[in-house]
């Protein structure tokens, strides 16, 4: 997990800006061959943040597993007047990759897995309702995760849903999520990544126009 933050500067903090300042970024990952993980090709290229305050500090996340062995570069790029410039980079080596080709999404065979399967109950989740995620870990993993993020990925970028521990072979562990809005997304646990549809609440009934019977004069019955 690679985290952004940022601070915009000033004369003095606390001082409005009228318009807002733009910040306008986005993550790049680099492998030892140039590649980029799959995840990040679901993510827009640019993120904007409006700020209106001198001493606003903005949070980013962006979390990977390498899929090879070697020299990662983690960046930040910001675009300014049109122009796009490097601000940050970190370079990573790690020798405890998974091996190249076995966890890059649409490339993973069913007994590579780490993460078996990735469930929602209900299937099909209702925005504002509360949806328990359950990560069912692989019969035969060959190696132990420890604990792993769950994320949730739309157009404004990675959502961490929380950490679950890795129970173990052919267990399972669960996350309580409730969706704040309808639509399609994407949701992954590790080395599993799925597709997502969440559908509006159903309306209320409207009781406003019920019809109510009503006796007109002289149509009462006398017993």
Known sequence: M???TTTLVGSRSGAWLQPPVLFTYHWAVVGPHGQTPALLA???AWRTESIELTGTTVHGQVWVAPDENGEWAIQV???ENGQEKLVA???LTTDKALS???VREGNVPAAEHLVGAVLIDPAQPVAGEPATIAIVMSETPRVRLGSFPVMFVDEDGIHDLGTVLDPGPQQTATLEWTPAHAGSRVLTAFDQTIP???VEAAAPPDTSTADTPE???GD???P
């Open 89 to 91: 980079e970190r370079r």
């Open 196 to 198: 997502v549809t969440i």
């Open 220 to 222: 009462a019955e006398t």
């Open 42 to 44: 679901k993510l827009p």
């Open 100 to 102: 190249l080709d076995t």
């Open 215 to 217: 006796i007109a004069d």
């Open 77 to 79: 790029w910001q675009r």
């Open 2 to 4: 690679a985290t952004l």
